[in-house]
């Protein structure tokens, strides 16, 4: 069984501010605006650096979109910040008319995405996201897994011309990903090979899948861990190669059932090689108060969940 | 460019706005026709551009941003007249293919146009990214946007006005449309905006208000808003103008907001506005 180096525990959002200050040393063209969360993003790194641009917006989400949508006419790169619900469904036609419609070159950076964002509750755990966002013509969704990958998200993005969305998270997680990794969009990652069943996992599930792969690997289960860090263009042939071998599918992630990476999934499965798939999701509910830990087993989003859906895809196969 | 020729401009562009929205039997002549002086003036006299060259970064040159995107017509007549596209591409306006959609896009490459609109409330805070974007350039070219009066009920309107004077923002010049008109009726009766100049004052703006259909004043409230920029505070123009205007049967409502006249009311119309430039 394969072993991985683990570079300590961090949060995502700390990717992204490194991230954020590493891009901006480099390109002069890359401005941040951010609504009030300065260091709830960890932005401020940036705004320290460069605060000529560094826009604080304060609380109006809508403006937010509309200044970074206008920003890039004359070349700027805007990265937005705030946390997920606000970045998304509060903003959502902001972003489909004066970004994804009319083809803007802006950065939504989300973080405290999903339940892990904790004792806040439901009204800040936004579970749609992902749908929203990949529903929209033109939009990149990317949901990397650990400090180091969001780190490398932040800055090979400035390089991808058009709209993206960046999610990420507010908890310390395992670093897995070397630090020296080259992250490429819509090129999934491989990180365990296996026969018996495939597990397509995005963002802080990758994680506890690959401790999934390691349990069922004790009792004689050969699974293939898949981060998909990229949600949308998604990694066909990586998904299509690997049910190839496996025949059947679990896909993992802090998102609603509906609209989320599994049912993208589900969709290559669908048009190409019919599969039996479980989903590790949570299941049309919202949220609530909890730590994230206690969330994530209340609302089955665990490492015994994906054992338990491994499992059971297993005794689905013909 | 002489008063008397802008007026000429003017009368083409009615009559196009009329043709357009008949010949497709949809689209929202009202506000179109309200707007016809105004944009004349701001594309044939005002603004510093280079329609034969369109970029959409447009740096070195004045952007304009319309944020009632519904008044489509007025706009795309006014570019192809400028010279930003040839006029025979007006006959596709709403048509299945054209690059003239009913609300104005950028996804089919029409030169003119760099910000999607019609989902009111948007336009003001692209605009002031776009301004903000220019300071950051050292481009001391300025940035225009256009409202109707019924989308400041739009609350995004208010976050980008509280924005833009508390970055003391002064290169925009937004402009208003002041017809008292929206598509349920009177806007004093739908929701009242109360005293709309105290507001934008309130909000730190510097305020002006013209007659949007005395070319003259037109030209001297730009050339005056102009020389407010640069002192720490953005600027709003107060534009009264009636929808409609030029057809009297379309004047004095809100009801030719979003109809199009059939072929009987077209000739009515045309019969009152010169043609000058030759029709597309």
Known sequence: MQEF??????????????GLLEIGKKNPNVVALCADLTGSLKMNAFQNEFPERFFQVGIAEANMMGLAAGMTIGGKIPYTGTFANFSTGRVYDQIRQSIAYSQK???????????????????HQILEDIGMMKMLPNMTVIVPADFNQTKQATIAIADHVGPVYLRFGRPSVPIFVKPDAKFEIGKADVLIEGTDVTIIACGHLVWKSIEAAQALHEKGISAEVINMHTIKPLDEEAILKSVAKTKCVVTAEEHMRNGGLGDSVAQVLAMNTPAPQEYVA?????GESGTPNELMTKYHIDTVDVIAAAEKVLARKD | MQTSELQRIASQVRRDIVRMVAAVNSGHPGGSLGCADFLTTLYFDTMRITPENFSMDGVSEDLFFLSNGHISPVIYSVLARRGYFDVKELATFRKLSSRLQGHPSVDKGLPGIRMASGSLGQGLSCALGAALTKKLNNDDTVVYSLHGDGELQEGQ??????????NKVDNIIATVDYNGRQIDGDVEDVLSLGNLAQKWMAFGWEVLEMDGHNIDEIKDTLSKAKSKLGNGKPVVILMRTEMGQGVDYMMGSHKWHGVAPNAEQLENALGQLEETLGDY
């Open chain 1, 5 to 18: 180096e683990i570079f300590g525990n961090k949060d995502t959002r700390s990717g992204f501010g490194e």
């Open chain 1, 105 to 123: 070159n802006v950065k939504i950076c989300a973080s405290h995405a999903g339940l892990t964002l904790g004792e806040d509750g439901a009204t």
């Open chain 1, 282 to 286: 949570v299941n049309d509910t919202f």
């Open chain 2, 157 to 166: 309107i208010w976050e980008a006005a509280m924005y833009a004077a508390a």
